[in-house]
């Protein structure tokens, strides 16, 4: 079985290598990857971390580029690709433009398609924009669905998807989240940027992470965030550690609103085992990413959610994450309270999986083939 493994930003990335070097052990299994380069920097930095090197790199990002433009440029690049290739199933994942355009050219070309954290919803085609309809559009093209939650399976089934089509593994995140902290904790390992981290950030304080990229939080949500902020880095028991999108309606925002100021650390965007390290240092973890929701609760982090809405219901119902809106009362409000009073979770099960996701996915394969 041949099989092509595509995706274009940093969070596929991360949750697409385990499958990767899963199926890299397999026999009978021929493994590619192509990139569309959705995010270019970004995306870099988790291929050489986690030792990929793409057969095809498309290498599409432009400056100021639109979601029309970049989706006419993945169906038209990937076309090419997949002719040539001639896979019998291609791998996406999630909700990214990548995902939806390259499902939709393989389906075009009669190419099988693994959805690989498929049925997550939150059923608000705004939020996230344009995620949401991303994911529903995808599962309307798969013909193989990897879930990562009961939640997930159900939402997937109720648009009816038949059962037999669907498999559910956990998140492939945790399986990447465990590898990257095993890695990171061997005393030989040495990462210059988790080192300047470790130099630069004081010991004896709570650290609240944040960070932010989502649409929907463009203009007054991220002003909000950061008027909370300011209020926040005020307590002198706190510092706040803020890696920096490099989208300009982010950065732009961020940096005339909070750049020198006290307790408060704006940093470039984090490679993927410093933000992990990061992660583990941090008492409580502000942001818009669904991923970092997933991640949190492995690492016993509470998570504050800058959104009104979330495809992650699993966390908010275990009491591992909190979605607190954008509101500048409700963020420092919520921040306080879980400075003052927050000691540990009551359990420590991660409802989005246990690290064997990977195993699963790659374990249906070799069953369709023998």
Known sequence: MKILLCFGT????????????????QQGIEVEVCVTAQHREMLDQVLDFFEIVPEYDLDLMQPNQTLNSLS????????????????????????????????????????????IEAGLRSFNKQAPFPEELNRQFTTKLADIHFTPTSVATQNVLNEGIPFQSIVQTGNTVIDALLWTC?????????????????????????IVLVTGHRRENYGSGFENLCEALLTIAKREDVSIVYPVHLNPNVQDM????????????????????????????????????????????????PVLVTRTISERPEGVAAGFSKIIGSEKEN?????????????GFDTVENPYGDGNASHKIVNYLINIIK
């Open 10 to 25: 940093r969070p596929e990335a991360i949750k697409m290598a385990p499958v990767y070097h899963q199926l890299k052990k």
């Open 331 to 343: 963020i420092e409000k919520s921040i306080v309270q879980l400075l003052e009073n927050f000691s």
């Open 72 to 115: 006419a440029l993945i169906l038209s690049n990937i076309d090419i690709v997949l002719k040539e290739v001639k896979p019998d199933l291609v791998l996406v994942h999630g909700d990214t433009t990548t995902s939806s355009m390259v499902a939709l050219a393989a389906f075009h070309l009669g190419i099988r398609i693994g959805h």
């Open 254 to 301: 961020v940096r005339e609103k909070l750049a020198n100021k006290q307790n408060i650390y704006l940093i470039p965007p984090s490679s993927y085992p410093a933000f992990v390290w990061l992660m583990q240092q941090s008492f409580l973890i502000v942001t818009d990413s669904g991923g970092i929701q997933e991640e949190a609760p492995s690492l016993g982090k």
């Open 182 to 206: 095993d890695k990171i904790s061997y005393e030989a390992y040495s990462h210059p940027e988790i080192e300047l981290l470790k130099n630069s950030l004081p010991k004896d304080k709570k």
